[in-house]
């Protein structure tokens, strides 16, 4: 049986997760107004599907568990993780979305964790993909995901997002 606080966390990110998805599609219709072109629209049900085995990973993995000795450093390090993430939607504003997508005429963004990081709402997915399931000692999972979510970034994604920006704005990303 999955106990609370699995319930619990699971209710956030699924909350979450819709919130994300309303926005990048209000976000997803806007650019296209303003001419965007998508990127890597193939790859994208991959990260969906990866997502959806992770939290169900890390419940099934997780029942009947309580949470790990070490809760607090696994909630801290999740709860950092998020203020990144939506540090970093703020700073991207109306240009979050989670495709990829580019925006004709702008410039690419070099504010708020931007300035130092090429991709860091990626770091933030990481710090999660690791972090929730520790939290209630689900370590195969864990393990499973983040190396599943490096994969897809360092092979796929990171690829397809440093070519559209290169072909549209002449950026090639040299931070880490």
Known sequence: MVEWPQTVMAAVIVLERLGELILAQRNF????ARGAQEFGAGHYPLFFLLHTVWLLGWLIESTGSSLSPFWPAWLGLFAGGQLLRYWCIASLGPC????????????????????????????????????????????????FAT????????????PEEERALQLFYGVKEDKL
Do not use: D, M
């Not at 219709?29 to 296209?32: E, I, M, N, P, Y």
């Not at 190396?147 to 990171?158: G, K, P, W, Y």
């Open 147 to 158: 190396v599943a979510n490096a994969v897809l970034l360092l092979l796929i994604r990171i």
């Open 29 to 32: 219709s806007r650019a296209l």
């Open 96 to 143: 979050w979305n989670t495709r990829i997508l580019v925006i004709p005429g702008l410039k690419a963004v070099q504010r708020g964790p931007y300035r130092w990081l090429a991709h860091p709402n990626y770091v933030a997915v990481a710090i999660e993909l690791a972090a929730v399931p520790l939290l209630f000692g689900a370590v195969k999972t864990a393990l």
